[in-house]
């Protein structure tokens, strides 16, 4: 009998299954649904020998030095820090908007104090910050959210800005000075031989037992267990008893390129008429050293894997229904993006794993064959 059965193999899920196995000594079994370890972090080499990322860049970022240093316990690092350009006007220029975005576009040649004003004198001050649009408007004005954010973001959520909640854009930064590092975090860092060697370390324990294209359906009442770790998508685990969660898909068109170096950055945004929204080239990520190079774009979609969960008031109000389902089945854990309904960064999903692991071992770790016949009438 395991003690634990852990529903996905991506962070939340690997996090758990080697905190429980390697401090506890519980017997674990991880499943998931798809070939692989990883989730959507997942990398493996394309046929041309590149290391590519399959559903689209991961950049890790932390400030979190609990959270760096639980992770290095699996992988060494590549100092990198990331750096993404836009398409707009003909030109490719810095994104978040800085100093040098503003000159070049411009043709102007500002100091930071004089952007300062130059966004004060463009800005549309907002009482009250509401909408993605609003957000921006508020900051930089009318004509850079047009130019930046309004197609990008139509493209991304195939809805307007204005129909978007704050948090969409509030991820974005504006600088005054020439900082054109995409993320300012403490802890910078790509994992030094990739994404899937650190979680093939990381459930290595000997306690730890993997089943891969497997739906965890299909083996509850097969496979004996005590409690249950799901972080698949909450609506799902309860068959869609209200319906059926908004999310944004993305399709990938993965290409290998026959030149060492195809962009001048890792990302470049297309905030434009392009079907698609931004493409990554992925040895900036990696540090690989090839005569070729591997590029990705993305496509937005309506449907497809779950990605993106679309933030609008009416669907944070039907997650509230999911939730108190979840609240009322103690004998599962919920947890990661899908199964809280939140767009989280990779740290922010270690980190939250990480919390639950305390608070398992906080609550005694009571794991019993009943859990398993509750979950048998879910």
């Not at 639950?356 to 859990?371: F, H, L, N, P, Q």
Request: glycine share 6%; hydrophobic share 35%; aromatic share 14%.
């Amino acid at each position: 009998m395991f003690d634990y059965l852990i529903v996905g193999a991506g962070f939340a899920g690997s996090v758990l299954a080697e905190r429980l196995a390697s401090q506890l000594g519980k017997k674990i079994l991880i499943i998931d649904t798809r070939s692989h370890i990883g989730g959507n972090a997942y990398d493996c080499f394309n046929e041309d020998g590149i290391l590519i990322h399959k559903y689209g860049p991961h950049i890790f970022h932390t400030n979190s030095r609990d959270v760096f240093e639980y992770l290095s316990q699996f992988t060494q690092w590549r100092s990198y820090e990331h750096r993404v350009l836009a398409s707009v006007d003909g030109q490719l220029v810095p994104i978040p908007i800085n100093l040098d975005t503003v000159n070049r576009l411009y043709g102007l040649s500002l100091t930071s104090f004089e952007l300062e004003n130059f966004f004060a004198s463009v800005a549309e001050p907002k009482e009250y910050i509401r909408t993605s649009e609003d957000v921006v408007v508020n900051k930089v004005g009318r004509e850079l959210y047009e130019k930046f954010f309004r197609n990008y973001t139509r493209k991304q959520w195939d809805m307007d800005p204005s129909e978007l909640d704050k948090s969409v854009t509030s991820r974005v930064a504006t600088r005054t000075n020439r900082d054109n590092r995409y993320f300012t975090d403490t802890y910078q860092a790509m994992p030094l031989h990739g994404f899937t060697r650190m979680f093939e370390k990381m459930l290595s324990h000997p306690n730890i037992k993997v089943m891969l294209n497997t739906d965890y359906r299909e083996i509850l009442d097969v496979i004996p267990f005590g409690k249950m770790i799901y972080t698949g998508p909450i609506d799902l685990f309860f068959n869609y008893r209200y319906g059926k969660l908004p999310y944004r898909s993305l399709e990938f068109k993965h290409e290998t390129i026959n030149t060492p170096v195809h962009q001048p950055v890792a990302v470049v945004n297309y905030p434009n008429e392009h079907l698609y929204t931004r493409v990554t080239e992925f040895k900036y990520l990696t540090g690989q050293e090839h005569p070729k190079t591997g590029i990705v774009y993305e496509f937005p979609r309506a449907q497809g894997d779950p990605y993106y969960p679309v933030p609008r008031p009416e669907n944070a109000e039907l997650y509230k229904k999911y939730k108190a389902l979840a609240d009322a089945t103690p004998e599962v854990h919920f947890v990661g993006r899908l199964a809280t309904y939140k767009y989280y960064n990779m740290d922010q999903v270690v980190a939250q794993a990480l919390m639950v692991y305390k608070k398992i071992v906080e609550a005694g770790d009571d794991t019993s064959e009943k859990a398993n016949r509750e979950l048998a009438r879910v």
